[in-house]
C-alpha cells in the first residue's frame, strides 16, 4: 500500500526531477494536460498554474494516492495506465517516476504517441538506480530467510526495465518524434536518523511491506540499517548523500517530420 505520508516526506528531492522535466516540453497552450501516476497530487497542482486554461486529467492506480490527490483540489481517478488511451484534445501527458513499475513501458509509449495527435507532447522520467548500493542491500536482505520465499516473486532487479538513454531516444526517433533524451544523477543531501532507508521505504519497499507482519517489517528494516549505513556514512556534519540517477524522456509528437521538412 502507497502511503502519501511517507512517500512525502522527501517532497522537496522527489519534486526536483518533475520541474526539470517539465522545463523542456515547449508547450505555451494547451487544452487537456494528462498526469499518469499522479501520486498525491502535490506536482499536479504544478500543471495546473502553467497550463490554466487546460484540462487536468490526473489518474494513479493507488486508491490512497487518489485519496490525497482529491484532497488538495484534483480531479484523480483510479485506474491502470496500461490501459489508458489519450482523448483527442490531449496536448501534454506527463508520467513522472512511474513507467519504471511497468515492464512494457517502451510498448505503452510508442502506442501513446500513435495515438496522440501531431503537435501533442510526452514527458517521462523514471529512476535508473536500481544496481545501486540501496537496492543491492534490500535484495540481500529480501534473500535471508524467513523472508525468501515470501519474496521471491517481487522483481528486485527492476533496473532491467529502465534501458538506457539512447533505447528511449532511438526507439521515439523511429516512432517520427522529435526528441530529448538525457540523465541525471542527483545528490541528495539527507539528514536524520537513518535517511536513505526512509527514503526507500516511501518508494522501493513498498512491495515488501505489502508482504509482511508488522513484526517481520520491523525486522526487516533493523537488517537493513547496518548495510545501509555502511553504503551510506554519516558525515561530519550529520548528513548522508544518497546519489539517485533519473532518466529523462522528452518527445514531441510528429516534431521529427516538421523539423526535417
Not at 486529467?57 to 483540489?73: L, Q
Not at 516512432?175 to 530529448?180: L, P, Y
Amino acid at each position: 500500500m502507497w502511503d502519501p505520508n511517507v512517500y512525502l516526506a522527501f517532497a522537496d528531492h522527489r519534486s526536483r526531477p518533475f520541474y526539470d522535466l517539465l522545463s523542456r516540453v515547449g508547450v505555451d497552450r494547451a487544452r487537456r494536460v494528462v498526469d499518469l501516476g499522479c501520486g498525491p497530487g502535490h506536482l499536479t497542482r504544478y500543471l495546473a498554474q502553467r497550463w490554466p486554461a487546460a484540462v487536468i486529467e490526473a489518474m494513479d492506480s493507488s486508491p490512497e494516492m487518489v485519496a490525497a490527490a482529491r484532497e488538495r483540489g484534483i480531479d484523480a481517478t483510479a485506474g491502470d495506465l496500461r490501459t489508458w488511451k489519450p482523448r483527442p484534445d490531449t496536448d501534454v501527458v506527463v508520467s513522472n517516476a512511474v513507467l519504471q513499475w511497468v515492464p512494457e513501458h517502451p510498448e505503452l509509449m510508442v502506442r501513446w504517441i500513435g495515438e496522440l495527435a501531431a503537435g501533442s507532447w510526452l514527458a517521462v522520467q523514471v529512476p535508473g538506480n536500481f544496481e545501486t548500493a540501496s537496492h543491492a542491500a534490500v535484495r540481500a536482505v529480501a534473500r535471508r530467510e524467513p523472508y525468501a520465499k515470501i519474496m521471491r516473486d517481487i522483481p528486485f532487479r527492476v533496473g532491467a526495465v529502465v534501458h538506457p538513454p539512447v533505447h528511449y531516444a532511438g526507439m521515439l526517433l523511429d516512432a517520427g518524434c522529435k526528441v530529448d533524451v538525457w540523465e541525471t544523477t542527483y545528490l541528495h543531501q539527507l539528514t536524520g536518523e537513518n535517511p536513505v532507508l526512509e527514503w526507500i521505504t516511501g518508494t522501493a519497499l513498498v512491495p515488501v511491506r505489502e508482504r509482511l507482519t508488522e513484526e517481520a517489517w520491523e525486522q526487516f528494516r533493523q537488517e537493513l540499517i547496518p548495510l545501509l549505513a555502511d553504503a551510506y556514512p554519516v558525515r561530519p556534519d550529520g548528513t548522508t548523500i544518497l546519489p539517485f540517477r533519473r532518466v529523462f524522456i522528452v518527445a514531441e509528437v510528429g516534431g521529427a517530420r516538421r523539423s526535417a521538412g
